[in-house]
């Protein structure tokens, strides 16, 4: 239990505990998320201290495995029968309730069937170990009697050189299948002996992985709890800018109507002091333009005045020159004003005094609402303070409630005494692998003793073979060759049945091993035949949760734990440590409380005190609109305007003068006309052309107001009607805005804190207290049992079994061949011709 007590307490934390698990239970569930939520700022939680895990579970076997591959071809092919699952699993759940005679008689053949072909050469391997020294008796026997070879005589056949040839390949191709096996078996013997001294790494590297585990996972979860202070802090952040925040957002909502009508406004205060500013002008114009219409009225009557005494000359009673003077009197009339300003005067001045300002503090007042945000919630930010300070305070709190520090000691001394008892069977374990490799490299030593004899009966025997020589002279060097052979047949009846009886029970071991564990084992249908539920009892569904929570209704096997813990995610997720203690769903219930909702519900801003137009200010647009300029009759000003200056054209007049004047005769007269009109040519040009240019410029200013003038009560009228709808928004729809905004900042705050529990339950899952040391275990086992140990112990078996299979026909030839070698003790008698016909067609009986 202490394993069991130690791997819940350290990583689960004291999770599995139920007090906590009800109240959770009777929680209440965080906010959902809100699809509508403005985008977020992603909070940077940094990563979770990162543990690495030292031990290696890649195993690659390198120039043997392509031994074990054969020999997995060949347990294939002796049981090519699939992995029997739904059986195993009927044998375990009938076991509990006890067999009847008919079940157990079905499930006797149900096994001989699946353990056919390991049963079939097992029998094959009984009959060998029982056969052979029974063999071995009788040819001795028949031997000593003078049968089976044992009479030394030798009669002669025909192609006796082939058959002696036959008989020696034969046994050289049986030699070598032989070596080969004592090869992979000697190999195979000493890769259990190298992989024995590895699994020592292996388990270390496994102890010293669990100890990290236990001694990272406190820091990893401490790390999870003082992240809470970046959402933290964030929602502060942004709860002391509130102002630019919210009211931004506010602002921002509100802008696209109130903007455009403040606009309005602006522009309606400017086109009102333009207009005044005409006015202002046209009236200073207007003056102008009389006080130079006085001027040049002064200078044409004196002009005229003195024209008129010259043509009082008496000479302009004479004849021809009286009809000159006449008809220049006739044109004095030429010399008078022809525009009268005073009444335009008189109209624009009483429309000057028109009151044009207008108060536009609306920009002022509209873009003061974060301003006014920020007042009006200051309130909020230290009880939001207090209440994350205090949620902060509970999350430690109730870390430090488990007994991390006890636990992880206790742990780490039990995985200390793990491994001291394990380590106090190495020498246990070394000394019985010695023995081992002694006993399998004394059944090679025989295998090579055998192979000695043979190999050097060959030599001996093909070296001192001498065709000239009868049975009766051969040489010694070839009797000695045979009587090596037949030693080595001796040998082999006397140790082929003890290998034999080494090599079956092994191979029925070892390879049923690889067939119902290893192979199961690797492919995880060994994880689902663990995994069945009922299992274990009728009433428990699963078997590690019921072992580890007491509660087998949880959906936990050992084929997820596995899984999960293989990927490398933590033991929260690898052990479904959320059907006992929902460490998010505390989280949650700690950072979403009631307290925390209330205080952001009860969020509240009013603008209804933001005035965008004052009544002053409208009421001056109303006056503006009501001064009537738009009832001027411009058209009456335009055509006094129009007029010309002078009641005639005064060049055509000065030219008409002088015209006149040349044809008078020479004197006083013509030279006086002539200078009356160099004077009337300047008054022309000094007065008469600035002011027809000032009276052009005067009637584009009077058309220009003209035209203003007919759209400014509409303009003023859109204006106030568009101040009016604004500050209806403002003041009767605005609440809408402000609610539906102060929502989405709410919501925006919460959701720091939704990014920090999604932090939390994802690093749960994945980044703390990460479960691949527990896989590992599982490795270590599969590759230490069945890739070290099973593997090498098949490899062992298949090539000491095919040694004992060669070692028959070893056997057989060797009987055969030493008769051609050994010296006879009789031979047949024939003449010379039959001698040298038959000198080679001896033939062993």
């Not at 536009?360 to 930010?381: C, L, M």
């Not at 055998?450 to 190999?455: D, H, Q, R, Y």
């Not at 490398?568 to 006992?580: F, S």
Request: glycine share 6%; charged share 20%.
């Amino acid at each position: 239990m202490a394993w069991k007590v130690g791997l819940v307490l350290l990583m689960c934390w004291g999770f599995t505990s139920s007090k906590p698990h009800e109240e959770l239970q009777s929680s209440t569930e965080s906010p959902p998320a809100d699809l509508n939520m403005v985008p977020l700022e992603t909070l940077d939680f940094g990563f979770v201290p990162e543990v690495g895990y030292e031990t290696q579970t890649l195993y690659e076997p390198g120039a043997i495995g392509s031994l074990f591959q054969l020999v997995h071809a060949f347990l294939y092919m002796v049981q090519p029968n699939p992995f029997p699952k739904d059986f195993i699993v009927k044998i375990l759940q009938q076991n509990l309730r006890g067999f009847n005679p008919a079940e157990l008689q079905k499930v006797g053949v149900c096994v001989l069937y699946y353990e056919l072909g390991f049963l079939v050469l097992v029998m094959l391997g009984v009959l060998f170990v029982l056969l052979m020294p029974l063999l071995g008796c009788c040819f001795c026997l028949c031997r000593c009697c003078g049968n089976c070879g044992g009479e030394l005589h030798q009669r002669h056949r025909k192609n006796a050189d082939c058959w002696r040839s036959f008989h020696a390949t034969s046994l050289l191709l049986s030699s070598i299948f032989i070596a080969l096996g004592v090869l992979i078996a000697y190999t195979a013997n000493h890769n259990i002996s190298t992989k024995i001294k590895t699994t020592r790494h292996i388990v270390n590297t496994n102890i010293r992985d669990l100890k990290l585990f236990a001694n990272y996972t406190p820091t990893q979860i401490d790390y999870l709890t003082a992240q809470y202070t970046t959402a933290k802090n964030k929602v502060l952040s942004d709860l002391d800018n509130i102002g630019p925040l919210l009211g931004g957002r506010i602002r921002r909502q509100l802008e696209k109507e109130v903007v455009p009508a403040l606009d309005k406004a602006l522009h309606m205060t400017g086109a009102m002091r333009e207009t005044r500013e005409a006015l202002e002008s046209l009236s200073a114009s207007v003056e102008v333009l009389q006080e130079d219409t006085g001027h040049l009225q002064r200078a044409l009557q004196s002009e005229r005045i003195s024209l008129t005494t010259t043509l009082s000359d008496p000479a302009c009673e004479r004849g021809e020159m009286a009809r000159t003077c006449n008809t220049i009197r006739a044109a004095l009339g030429q010399l008078a004003l022809n525009s009268d300003f005073r009444g335009v005067a008189q109209a624009l001045s009483t429309h000057t005094h028109t009151h044009t300002h207008t108060h536009t503090h609306g920009y002022s007042a509209f873009n003061d609402i974060p301003r006014v945000v920020s007042e009006q919630t200051k309130g909020v930010n230290p009880r939001v303070k207090a209440l994350l300070d205090k949620s902060g305070a509970e999350i430690v709190n109730f870390v430090k409630m488990f007994p991390v520090e006890p636990a992880v000691d206790n742990f780490t001394k039990f995985l200390a005494e793990g491994q001291k008892k394990i380590e106090a069977y190495y020498p246990q374990i070394d000394q019985l692998d010695f023995y081992r490799w002694v006993g399998c490299v004394a059944l090679c030593c025989v295998l090579v003793l055998i192979l000695a004899f043979n190999l050097l009966g060959l030599l001996c025997g093909t070296c001192g073979y001498d065709k000239n020589a009868t049975p009766t002279t051969r040489g010694c060097l070839s009797n000695n060759g045979g009587n090596l052979l037949m030693a080595g047949v001796g040998i082999s009846f006397i140790f082929s049945w003890v290998l034999m009886g080494v090599v079956v029970p092994i191979f029925f071991t070892g390879g049923n091993m690889e067939k119902l564990v290893c192979e199961p084992l690797g492919s995880a249908q060994l994880f689902e035949v663990i995994d069945t539920p009922y299992l274990v009892h009728p009433g428990k569904k699963n078997f590690l949760p019921g072992l580890l929570f007491q509660d087998p209704e949880i959906d936990l096997t050992m084929g997820s734990l596995y899984r999960d813990c293989y990927k490398n995610n933590g033991i929260y997720a690898a052990l479904h440590l959320e059907n006992k203690f929902s460490f998010s769903k505390f989280i949650n219930t700690t950072v979403f409380n009631d307290e925390l909702t209330e205080i952001f519900e009860g969020l509240n801003v009013d603008l209804q005190g933001i005035i965008l137009l004052e009544q002053e200010g409208k009421d001056n647009l109303i006056n503006f609109a009501n001064t009537g300029l738009g009832e001027i009759n411009y058209q009456a000003y335009l055509s006094v305007v129009n007029k010309g200056v002078t009641a005639g054209d005064l060049l055509s007049f000065t030219n008409e003068l002088e015209t006149q004047a040349d044809q008078l005769p020479r004197g006083a007269l013509a030279n006086a006309l002539r200078g009356h009109a160099s004077s009337i040519r300047h008054i022309h040009k000094t007065q008469v052309v600035p002011k027809e240019q000032a009276m052009s410029s005067l009637s584009q200013s009077i058309r220009l107001l003209q035209t203003t003038s007919k759209e400014l009560p509409s303009k003023v009228t859109n204006v106030l009607s568009a101040i009016e709808a604004v500050e209806y928004l403002i003041t009767s729809n605005a609440t809408h805005i402000v609610k539906q905004e102060t929502d989405k900042y709410v919501k925006n705050m919460l959701g720091y804190f939704r990014q920090y529990t999604h932090w939390v339950q994802h690093s749960l899952t994945t980044d703390v207290a990460q479960c691949k040391p527990i896989s590992n275990i599982i490795d270590s086992l599969e590759i230490i049992g069945c890739r070290f140990i099973i593997d090498s112990v098949n490899t062992i078996w298949f090539g000491l079994g095919g040694c004992s299979l060669f070692l028959i026909p070893s056997i057989i030839t060797s009987v055969k061949l030493a008769k051609f070698y050994r010296r006879m003790d009789t031979e047949d008698v024939l003449d010379e011709y039959q001698w040298h016909n038959c000198i080679n067609g001896y033939v062993a009986l």
